[in-house]
Every structure is written in C-alpha cells, then in structure tokens.
C-alpha cells in the first residue's frame, strides 16, 4: 500500500490508485464533473477536481487532476486549500461560459450535477458566458423519442463512452475543436439516418439537460383536459417499482396503488394496467413459439423491448425473420383500449386517446412506427416517460407521498398475474412465457413456478427446460443491454449458439433501470437490485401466477379475441418489421 494525507488525515491506497479513488474511499469529497465511476470513466476533461499535491523532493506544490493522477508515497493532497478551491470555481465557471444559462427552463432543474457543482464551489458570478456562441450550437428535434441540445453540453463524453464501450451501438461521436466541440451523431446528420437506436441510456449518464426525451407533458395534459375525450393510461410492469423515488420514497418501493390515484386526481379517465396485456402477450408469444418449434423455426427472439427491435433493424436486419411478430404489450393494451374498450365504455372509439407511462425512451418511438399507426390514427397516442410522469404531477401539484393508494376500478384489463409483472426484470418475459407453454403442453401447471436459474445480473444466461409432451427439452437464453446482445445474436448468427427462444432486453437490467426511467447523479443503475426485489415480491404475493390463468384475460379472449393466434387476434395483436 501507498501512505499519504489528503487534507492533512493519514491514508493508505493502493498502488497505482488516483487521488479521487482514493479520497473517495476515506470519505473525503472532491468536486467531479465529467468522471463517472460506475461505468469506468475518467476523461479528465471538465478538470473541477483539481487537487494541491506536494511530493516528495519537490518544493512547490503543483495543481493536477484528481481522476487521473494516481498517488504516491508521502504524497500531500490539499482538496480544500484556496487555491485548490480557487481552481475548482474558476473551472466550473469556464464551464459555464458556453453552457446555456436558462436554468429555469431546463428539464434538469433541480436535478442537474452542474448546478450541484456550481453550488459546491460556490459560484457567485459567471464572466464568461458567451451567448451568441452558445446559441450557435445544435438542438436536434429530428427523433420522435430523444432531443440533443448542445447549447447544454459540458462535453463530459459519458454519453459517447455509454453508448460506445457498454452499449456497443457507437452512434455518438465527438466533432469539432475547442468552444465549438459538440456530441454529434456518427456518420448522420439526424437521428433517423443515425444507427442509434434511442435505448436512452445516454440520457440515464448526461449530468446536465443536453440529453433528454422528447417532452409530451403538455399534451397529456391537453388530452387530459380536453371534456370531449376519453383519456386512458397504462403504465408499465417497472414503473411502479422504479417511480417513488422521485418523491423521496425508499428504492423500489411499489407504488402502484398512489399512481392509480394520481392518474385519477388529474383527471384521466381510465387507469388501465400494461401488466394485463403482458399476460395477453404471452398467450400470443407462447401460442406462436409452439408453432414455430413444431416448424423447426428456430430461434425465436422476444420482440417486446423497442430498442431491441430498434438493433435488430438497423443493425442486423437478417435476423428481423426470427422476431416474434406478437406485438410489444404497450401496442397490445393499446390496440384492445381502441377496439374492445369502447365496447365496455359505450363510446366512440375516436374519443379515445391512449397515454402509456413507460420506463423507456424508445417506447416513443414504438409508438410512431408506421406499423402501429392506422388511417393516421396511432393505437398509442402518447408516451410518457417515468420522468415526464414525474413532471407531469409535479406540475399538477402533486407530491406522490401524499397520495391515498387506490385500485383499479374497471373489471377488465387491469387484473394481472405473477408472470406479467415479471416482464419488467430481465429474464422475466421468458419467465412467464415457461409457465405458460409448460401449461398448454402438458395440461397442468409447473411444479416449481419460480425458475431461479433464469433469474441473475449476467449479461447472458442460458438454461434447458424441460416443457415436457412432444416438446421436450428446450434451450432458452436472456440477453440484457446491448454489447452482450451483439455478441449473442452474432454467436447465433454463426451457428455457434443453439436456442430455441430468446429474451432481449437493450437496458442492461431491463426496464426496471429503463432509459426514461428517473435519472440517479453521479451513478448508473444504482437502484436495479431494489427494483428487481419488489418485482419478484408482486408475483409471489399475486393470487394468480400464470397468464393464463389471468381470469380478465380469459374473458377477453371468451368474449372479443376467441383464442391465441386466432384470425382477429392476428389482425390486431401481432405485426412485422422492416428492413
Ligand atoms: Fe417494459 Fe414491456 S416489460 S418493454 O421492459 O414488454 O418499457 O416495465 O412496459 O410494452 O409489459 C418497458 C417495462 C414494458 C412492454 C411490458
Ligand atoms: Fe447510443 Fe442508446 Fe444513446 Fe442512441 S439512445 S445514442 S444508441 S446510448
């Protein structure tokens, strides 16, 4: 070990360790902005957490950058000197100077890590803010899910080094020199003819507000407000679990219930659950597997995740024939909320406008796909973002602690099982499609319904089931984020992999740490394990396990659908892509 003081306390690092790690590990706080640790990234280009360091045989103390510098033996560090803190403030202000000053007006207000730090250092004036340069620089509305706003940029590269090392998509690259440096697309100059496929994880790792989603919150509240229509919500299985911490509620507290009254406070129709269409999706999904397996169609992907379909399409279009064509359950809820609905309410199906609450940026983008829109009538209307949702009831005065929960109070398309509130974790879709199957195969239910072995954080994990009948044995594997989804299909690809099915999810935990879900400072995906935990909590508390059994999904399928793959479930539920 190496000895050293930082701020004059003794403390021991390891060799080749930076002064941050190593301050950080004695609880001692130095100011970063562009670092990020969780994903292994010290650019050391915003330069805040510059240190005093006097060595050994040295006389005068030098200022250096903390992430990068590692320590040595005998070394003195001063965090908190004038000058090291002269040299902080004097950094953020440079940062500030082509940073775009309209706090107010930007959808990190109050949540932006270069505020924290501006308040860290104590900033009182801002000298060199250059407005006209500033304005000079890209906003890109061209996608429907995501905006790139440069004139918020502080040129951290977590965007560009998520997207390239851990996602593996590399759609973001650094252009330009100096003040006009800016993140731009790859080879593209907009988002459609870019090769991102809007997973949003990007966003989950921007400090500021440069990166974000397309904000809808107005017209929510358009529709919402509006007397003629008929406003419906779903939310999806992970918002539930990934949405009180906004509110200051413990990690993964389940809020099912104070969203229900929420939704109903501000004035939405009917609160409906994408749960129940989880379980629709699995009868179609699994319905459709058997067939394929008797086919000798193998493998077959999950197509639910739209970013995945996103990566498939844009990155592997060879595959796209091995995609499920039921469609994802937001499309699911929403077609029914659009055909079987009016039925129930009495009311014309043109009154009703759709808004789903999803975890998930691409999920805008789902939305929007030519496939899902009829006679320029989309089966979803709007989706908003767990953020955007946190935004929306904010703006109606709403504090999510104080809410009473509620229930659902329609009989239909609400109930769900065990197996659709897994969809929300990696390994979940396949989950609940295996109780399913093994039902349809052998006509009674799976001893053990919990199948551990398909649970974990491994990027890939495979397992055999044994779905008993004529089937047999089969190979399943779960994919999660987007590198080890590349590796996966490519290994498929090659011939070297050998499954029968297979889940993709493009966020590394699945939806549970979604890219629209709430943004965490200075960390990614801090909160998937507590998330997760409740999940799995929701299915052993749920009275019914398999979708199945769901008794509003059976109504459905008695009274509107007839039966899995039937000719009008087809027509509805499933769909195609495109290459
Ligand atoms: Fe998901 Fe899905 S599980 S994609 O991860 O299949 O977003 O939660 O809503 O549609 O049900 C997201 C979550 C979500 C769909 C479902
Ligand atoms: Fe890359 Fe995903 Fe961001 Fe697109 S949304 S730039 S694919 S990280």
Redesign the pocket.
């Known amino acids: 070990t190496v000895s050293l003081t930082i701020n004059g306390t003794a403390c021991t690092a390891f060799p080749n360790e930076t002064i941050l790690s190593c301050a950080r590990r004695h609880d001692l706080y130095i100011p970063t902005l562009c670092e990020l640790d969780d994903i292994d990234h010290t650019p050391g280009t915003c330069r805040v957490c510059v240190v005093e360091i006097l060595q050994a045989g040295k006389e005068a103390p030098q200022i250096v950058t903390s992430c990068n510098t590692p320590v040595r033996e005998g070394m003195e560090v001063q965090t908190r000197s004038k000058r090291a803190r002269d040299m902080q403030r004097l950094q953020v202000e440079l940062l500030m100077a082509d940073h775009l000053q309209d706090c107010a007006t930007c959808i990190r207000h109050g949540n932006c890590e270069l505020q924290d730090l501006a308040q860290f250092v104590g900033l009182t004036e801002n000298r060199f803010f250059d407005r006209a340069r500033t304005e000079a620089r890209p906003i890109d509305l061209s996608s429907p899910a995501m905006v790139r706003d440069m004139t918020r940029c502080v040129r951290c590269q977590r965007c560009v080094a998520i997207c390239r090392h851990h996602q593996q998509v590399d759609a973001l690259v650094m252009e330009g020199t100096g003040l006009d440096r800016v993140v731009a697309l790859r080879d593209a100059d907009d988002y459609p003819n870019s090769v991102c496929v809007s997973c949003g994880q990007c966003v989950l790792v921007c400090p500021t507000g440069a990166l974000g989603e397309r904000d809808e919150t107005d017209r929510a509240l358009d529709y919402i407000c509006d007397p003629d229509l008929v406003t419906v919500v779903q939310f ?4 539930r679990v990934a949405f009180g911490e906004e509110f200051g509620m413990p990690p993964g507290t389940n809020v099912e219930g104070q969203i229900i009254a929420a939704c109903r406070k501000i004035g939405v129709d009917v609160v409906l659950d ?2 129940f ?2 379980d629709v ?1 699995i009868m179609e999904e699994g319905t459709e597997l058997l067939k394929r397996l008797k086919e000798g169609r193998r493998p077959t992907f999950t197509s ?3 970013a995945w379909i996103n990566f498939a399409e844009i990155h592997y279009p060879e595959i796209l024939s091995m995609l499920s064509s039921t469609k ?4 699911v809820l929403s077609t029914i909320a659009k055909t079987y609905l009016p039925e129930k309410l009495g009311v014309d199906p043109s009154r009703i406008r759709v808004i789903s609450v ?3 940026v691409a ?1 805008k983008d789902e939305a929007v796909r030519p496939q899902f829109v009829h006679d320029g009538q989309p089966e979803t209307d709007l989706v908003l973002t767990t953020r955007e949702f946190a935004r929306l009831l904010r703006r109606e005065g709403i504090d999510l602690k104080d809410m009473e929960p509620s229930t659902f109070d329609v009989p239909y398309m609400s109930a769900y099982s065990g197996a ?1 509130a897994i ?2 974790t990696t390994g ?2 396949m989950e609940a499609a295996v109780r399913t199957i093994y039902a349809v195969v052998n006509g009674r239910e799976l001893d053990r319904i919990e199948l551990t072995q398909l649970r974990g954080f491994d990027g890939i994990r495979e397992a055999s089931v044994d779905l008993g009948g004529p089937v047999g044995k089969v190979k399943v594997a779960m994919v999660h984020g987007l590198g080890d989804t590349r590796a996966l299909v490519e290994s498929v690809l090659s011939g070297q992999a050998d499954y029968d099915f297979i889940e993709v ?1 493009a966020c590394p935990g ?3 740490d ?1 890219g ?1 879900s709430l943004r965490s400072k200075k960390a990614y995906l801090p909160l998937a394990l507590k998330r997760r935990e409740t999940i799995y909590d929701v299915d052993r508390q749920a009275k019914v396990r398999q979708s199945h059994n769901n008794p509003q999904v059976q109504a459905l399928y008695r009274e509107f659908l007839e039966a899995p793959n039937s000719e009008i479930a087809h027509r509805l539920l499933h769909t195609h892509y495109q290459d």
Do not use: D, H, I, L
């Not at 994802?328 to 499309?331: A, T």
């Open positions: 999806a299985p992970a918002v994408t749960n269409a989880a999706v639910c995740c739209p994802s359950p937001q499309q999803m975890p998930c999920k659709g969809f929300g979940g879709v999810m699945g939806c549970v979604g629209g």
